[in-house]
């Protein structure tokens, strides 16, 4: 039998309940309830006759806690637009987690948030672990970032596979452009700046350009020395250096991204990201003019 909700597999529990293994769903009672006589009086007994309705796989389900858990899972990735296959990662990382964590009262919540932070870490749909911390949160579940991001790097090591820094940061490029992209107030300005420019370009092709150019850049920089630092913040400080030079090669008066709209947009602090484009600008002079 599967979830007429998410066609999961459904498992018996205590109470003799079908209950979907995957959302936590319960679907119906496993057993016909009926009548039975009772010591030939006029009396009737109700009880479980025990004769399943259709064949089950009689196994114990997960806690309650767990089903309660993966169903607030299921509906943050939802929200996100995350597939079936990271959500299935990610409960197989979050019972790995389990099984091996320390803690023996841990918060469970912040287990599956981080665990799914693991999981779009393996597969192309590179979120960035604020934006899950900050889903939750809405959702109703306290937990303060600092222990997330604790969580996120303990589980981390449960992931199967490793992502190199370069690929992170071009990664984190394109979900940004993608954000930057769905702000129609950015959209109308940038319109009216590249009109006024003397070398007409589309918006379309202003954004296709500035792409390529910030992975041009990324591929130019020598990434060791940035091994413990976000990634997040080189991402939004090369697009900042991508923009200055198409600028200049479009003849624009003035940048079109600034670092406050960036800072705004991403959530990143704007000392972070003044920092961080010092120290990137510094292996980047010779490639600033090309």
Request: charged share 25%.
């Amino acid at each position: 039998m599967m979830c007429p909700k998410c066609g999961g597999n459904l498992v018996l529990n205590r109470e003799f309940q079908l209950v979907c293994e995957k959302c936590g769903n319960i679907v119906s009672l496993a057993f016909s309830l009926k009548r039975r006589w009772k010591n030939n009086e006029n009396n009737f007994k109700y009880h479980y006759i025990r004769r399943p309705i259709k064949k089950l796989y009689f196994r114990n389900p997960y806690p309650s806690t767990h089903y309660r858990i993966i169903q607030t899972l299921q509906k943050i990735c939802s929200r996100l637009g995350i597939n079936k296959n990271v959500r299935e990662r990610t409960i197989n990382i979050y019972f790995k987690a389990i099984k091996n964590f320390k803690n023996p009262r841990p918060n469970y919540y912040r287990l599956i948030a981080a665990s799914l932070a693991v999981a779009l870490r393996e597969s192309n749909m590179l979120i960035p672990p604020n934006e899950i911390w900050k889903a939750f949160l809405e959702d109703g579940h306290r937990f303060s970032k600092t222990d997330f991001y604790k969580a996120f790097y303990t589980i981390r090591k449960y992931s199967s596979k490793k992502i190199g820094l370069e690929e992170k940061i071009i990664k984190y490029i394109t979900y940004i452009l993608k954000k930057i992209f769905e702000n129609n107030v950015f959209i109308e300005k940038t319109q009216k700046k590249l009109s006024t420019a003397k070398k007409r370009v589309s918006l379309r092709e202003y954004r296709f350009l500035l792409l390529k150019k910030a992975v041009q850049l990324t591929r130019n920089i020598d990434w060791k020395s940035f091994q413990s630092r976000s990634p997040i913040a080189s991402a939004l400080s090369i697009l900042y250096i991508a923009d200055y030079i198409l600028c200049k090669k479009l003849d624009i008066e003035h940048q079109i991204l600034t670092q406050r709209f960036l800072s705004n947009i991403s959530g990143v602090a704007l000392s972070t990201i003044v920092i961080r484009l010092r120290m990137i600008r510094e292996q980047l002079t010779g490639n600033l003019s090309e």
